[in-house]
């Protein structure tokens, strides 16, 4: 089993930046890839970014250029780091990791981002 803990979502002005943490606990072995899904009131979840094992990463179109995925192994963490937000990516942002038999999800952490 693995458990995540997200934080770093909030309020935003338009053109402003937020950092979004993911912390792993557990049996953080097995994670190979992890990465970031957002769901818009009444959309269905779409994929923000990923990044593997290798650290190769992998952007949504909406997020490329604006969007940054890292992950540190030593603290089983990914990041997201969000810049030039806009209105359009309020939503609430989710981390998860591949395991090596499931995928695992956060809670989810809001992001809202005024215009």
């Known amino acids: 089993q693995v458990q995540l803990v997200e934080s770093g979502g909030g309020s935003v002005q338009a053109g402003g930046s937020l950092r979004l943490s993911c912390a792993a606990s557990?049996?953080?072995?097995?994670?190979?890839?992890m990465g970031w899904y957002r769901q818009a009131p009444g959309k269905q979840r779409e994929l923000v970014a990923a990044i593997t094992g290798g650290n190769s990463p992998n952007y949504g179109d909406s997020v490329k250029g604006r969007f940054t995925i890292s992950r540190d192994n030593a603290k089983n963490t990914v990041y997201l780091q969000m810049n030039s937000l806009k209105p359009e990516d309020t939503a609430v942002y989710y981390c998860?990791?591949?395991?090596?038999?499931?995928?695992?999800w956060g809670q989810g952490t809001p992001v809202t981002v005024s215009s």
């Open positions: 557990g049996s953080t072995f097995s994670i190979n890839g």
């Open positions: 998860y990791v591949n395991g090596a038999v499931a995928v695992y």
